[in-house]
């Protein structure tokens, strides 16, 4: 039941078993002649290509959820987009021959400022987070820029500033007459918030940073550089933070107001992102490469910081911890992608382990246990029987292999260790062996002793069989497989690999597998449509008959996904995983689709659940920290 996320690759891609389904496929339908190269190219781009940059259309609602807005002119000019915060479900929400940059959301994610040279010269547009409903909210001849919403979201700064060079060819930015401004939502009433000042310090203040303790940072200029200024939220009271012969340009506050992130050149022609508290001191480097970075901008939970860099020969948006670890690249495009902007906090962040609040249910009460920590990826978790151990997958060694850990995350162990991918283990009815998928030779079935010992290959065929399911006597499996025509299909077959039976035979693609507890049912994830477009939870008897729809109606590419079924011990009750809510969070609901409840709620991916034996947790995937760790969810109200 895992995904193997690399860079920013969707959780919702499926797994990296996928790849060897498709290409088994691939090359048989070459020999055979019975595929046309459209639709080996849908069906390779839905599971494996970068994500999918689309139009944004009328019919867009995104929820209040992270978001990070950029820039990209992988489309011939610059154009704003929207992108989830792992980096998947790129989207395009300008289309115009113009330059629309610096885009700023607000905190409740419903409206988004930026800047545009649209009708001839840099103004302030906001639109709704979708792309429509655009909106000109300043109308003069000199620039206006660096749009932000104030915390409370009632108002809307911005820059004013000359347009073209001064006298003596220098840019207006770092001389002249750079001004912030406050106006209503609709553009009106706007008001002179700084002024320039007389002598050699400060001409200009440019790209405000609001913090929700009052504070502006601000980028202000020095006749030939600029430095990172605070001053109060009315505009008085400046004070310079930076004083160097280099540029401090790009301040972003972090959520809670303890730092400031800012872009600064500590050597010529490199420049680094860095961290400083309030008052100046304690400035850290948090990049040092050999290219220029910029732009951070800190996640609304203070946990990342995503930031510009061109460390790869052009600029690409990267995420990082707050104290620079785990960088990691969100956008891979030969065209440059920068000026990113997370969404804000909508209030101070929470720093309990009590997720959601005390009116949200089950999420309110969810206390979580991490309970793997490295600097690897950790996914596919599996109770034994008796909930003693963990079966997991982790590429700690280089490779996916499978691992075993006591409960506690504990006596950690690797089972499998060899140049293929091994993924999603289970144990038998009695926790003596595992099953697991490998692409060591094809994509087949395994099965061997819970210590890692006695390895038995199960399946042999061209397709590639994944996700195994083992019933609860121990007697049978069920997986999915590949077929001629390009679908993924649920077969059963003997605990030895004997008597295999195609149980579903129709367009669509059925994956994440799950036996019910008494073994009559089968749940699991079915697209809707063909091609493996939009999934929903379905459940079948185990002999294929009795097709129910569990979750979810929607049809089409951009429907609220849902993956990964697990049963509780009982049978009475479904975790699954869900983007309904913007990301991949975990729900429960009840084995009849109803009485749905979120598990999790975080800016980030929490995927693949598992109930213990005694149901009273819930172990999954996240990457909250930056890479897929394993953690355990528990409600703090049982017994």
Partial sequence: MGKYVENHQDPGERRSAWLWVLASLTALWLLVGGCDSEQKDTAHKSKESAPTVTNATDETHPTPTAKIAFVSDRDGNNEIYLMNPDGTHQKRLTNNPANDQQPALSSDNQKMVFMSDRDGNPEVYVMDLDGTHRKRLTDDPQSDESPVFLPDDEKIAFVKAPIGLTPDGRNPEMVTEGAIYVMNLDGSAQTRLTAPTEGDYSLGTFKPAFSQQGKIAVQSSRLYNS????????????????????GDVDPAFSPDGTKIAFATEPTAGNVDVYTMDPDGSNKTPLTNVPAHDGDPTYSPDGSRIAFTSERNDNNEIYLMNPDGTHQKRLTNDPADDQQPY???????????????????????????????????NDRSPAFSPDGSRIAFVSDHDGNPEVYMMDSDGSGQKRLTDNQGFDDNPVFSAHGSKLVFESNRENGDIYRMDSDGSNETRLT??????????????????????????????IYLMDSDGSDQKKLTDDEFWEIDLAFSPNGQKIAFARSTAAGGIGYHIYVMDSDGTNLKRLTGDEVGYWVAEDFDPAWSPEGDRIAFESTRDGNYEIYVMDSDGTNVERLTDNPWNDTDPAFSSDGNKVVFVTDRDGNQEIYAATDANSK
């Fill in 227 to 246: 430095e990172i200024s605070l001053m109060n939220a009315g505009g008085s009271d400046i004070n310079p933070l930076t004083l160097n012969k280099t």
């Fill in 342 to 376: 997370f969404s804000p906090p909508t209030s101070m962040p929470d720093h309990t382990q009590h997720i959601g609040d005390e009116d949200r249910g089950l999420v309110s009460r969810t206390v979580l246990t991490r309970l793997t920590s490295n600097h690897w």
């Fill in 460 to 489: 042999n065929t061209y397709a590639g069989e994944n996700d195994p399911t083992v019933s609860p006597d121990g007697k049978r499996i069920a997986f999915f497989s590949s077929s001629l025509k390009g679908t993924l299909d």
